[in-house]
């Protein structure tokens, strides 16, 4: 195999390798700068590559393996992280000229996790200006007049474009699934609270969720359980067991799966190809997709998603808004704007209407395993935006898990992700479900 091809090998195998010395972390070193070198001038997905630090990085795992110290799960993987977490040996700087420069004295706590569990962090993956949605240089590898979606760009650019075989991002809307979705990867958005964001730019405590991005199932789980955990300083996160991921996707379901089909807001607006692959999709499944609609309109809960997004992204860039105004493009200066008109009482009933939402889907989740709906509109768009997030909204105000399965196309042959949501907290039953349904579905 040429060094470079090992970037292809599954993130799952190619640690194993790595611990076993079939494959050495000099060669995956040196593979990720040749393959980052090469292709990110065109694509763009990284705000942040030292080839040097790379190599320095890598020396500290080849001497921990030589000297025989245990390693840990992500040995020698090669990670593209979000500039938006705090990085303490490289800039970071939240997409914004504000920041440009900018050193953080502390990892955040994914960096941190990342780290002790053997991975590399090789660099910084764009974001949107403040994981927002003014869109960013990178463009997505499967056809590059479009966009990779936003806010995590260059951490769904990566890995579809081979640079790396994982990556971390967010999702305060639809930053995770949507870019998995046009860029054609798997994306993983855990409930609410299951990762630290400590050190991470904050724009809504309620909304916040940290995510991943692979090319499979296996490694995306593999990367997940990693960052799962209780941190003190973060209040979201809570002291449980650990997940499990993996061990969920070696076990069949003990009976045949019950989806609930939930069209969700943006519905009528999507594309054709949603619409017919979707089709395809009941047709295969037969009695295991029931259609269920949610008891109140989907307008209610995108309303009162962004009532509490705006004001409390507001609040998390008064300082920036004050200062550096000037800095800020027109689009998030509207945003901001409008948070700021929000009053306390309408954003207090949008948090009720948040746990109506969660109390609606646990009800819904008691006679069904998971839901099955759209992770996108269609194909990814023109590089003018980032893409809709709606289909995306109403999962992430209650805080449910929700995976991207890349397993539609478009009529322009780029590809159309399928959203498997889950119960709060049930985050390993949706990975076994999902592997199910993916079996299910390639095998018909």
């Not at 890598?58 to 840990?72: I, K, N, S, T, V």
Request: proline share 7%; charged share 25%.
């Amino acid at each position: 195999m040429a060094r470079e091809e090992l970037l292809d090998v599954p993130a799952v195998e190619l640690t194993r390798w790595l611990r076993e010395g079939r494959a050495g972390t000099g060669e995956v070193c040196e593979a990720v700068i040749a393959r980052i070198t090469a292709r990110d001038p065109h694509i763009r997905a990284f705000a942040l590559f030292d080839p040097d630090l790379v190599r320095r990085r890598y020396a500290e795992r080849d001497l921990e393996h030589r000297l025989g110290r245990a390693h840990g799960p992500l040995f020698g993987l090669p990670v593209g992280v979000k500039d938006i977490f705090d990085t303490r040996d490289m800039p970071t700087a939240y997409g914004s000229p504000i920041y440009e420069g900018h050193r953080p004295q502390r990892d955040a706590a994914v960096v941190e996790r990342l780290r002790a569990a053997g991975a590399v962090v090789v660099g910084k993956t764009v974001t949107t200006e403040f994981a927002v949605l003014t869109p960013a240089e990178t463009r997505n590898p499967l056809d590059p007049s479009r966009t990779p979606g936003g806010s995590s760009s260059g951490s769904a650019a990566a890995v579809a474009a081979g640079l790396v075989p994982l990556a971390v991002g967010s999702q305060t809307n639809g930053s995770v699934i949507r870019p998995a979705s046009f860029c054609g990867v798997y994306g993983f958005k855990p409930s609410h609270g299951a990762i630290s964001r400590r050190g991470m730019f904050a724009q809504s405590f309620l909304l916040d969720h940290v995510g991943t991005f692979a090319r499979s199932l296996g490694d995306l789980a593999l990367l997940s359980e990693v960052l799962f955990g209780f941190d003190a300083e973060d209040a979201a996160t809570r002291i449980e067991a650990a997940p499990g991921l993996s061990a969920a996707l070696a076990a069949d379901p003990p009976y045949r799966p019950r989806l609930a089909f939930v069209p969700g807001p943006g519905w009528a607006r999507a594309e054709e190809s949603v619409h017919e692959g979707f089709r395809e999709i009941a047709e295969a499944l037969g009695e295991a997709l029931v259609t269920v609609e949610l008891p109140e309109a989907d307008e209610v809960f995108v309303r009162a998603h962004r009532t509490i997004w705006l004001p409390d992204l507001a609040h998390h860039l008064r300082r920036e808004f004050e200062r550096h105004r000037d800095l800020i493009s027109p689009g998030l200066s509207a945003m901001i704007e409008e948070g700021r008109g929000v009053h306390a009482v309408d954003y207090h009933a949008a948090v009720e209407v948040r746990g109506r939402l969660r109390a609606i889907l646990d009800e819904v989740l008691r006679d069904f395993d998971a839901i099955l709906t759209p992770s996108a509109l269609g194909e990814a768009p023109g590089i003018e935006t980032t893409g809709d997030p709606v289909c995306c909204t109403l999962w992430t105000l209650a805080g449910v898990p929700a995976l991207n399965l890349p397993l539609l196309q478009g009529e322009n042959g780029l590809p159309i992700g399928v959203q498997l949501v889950g119960a709060f907290g049930e985050d390993a039953r949706l990975f076994r479900i999902a592997r199910w349904l993916e079996r299910t579905l390639t095998e018909e």
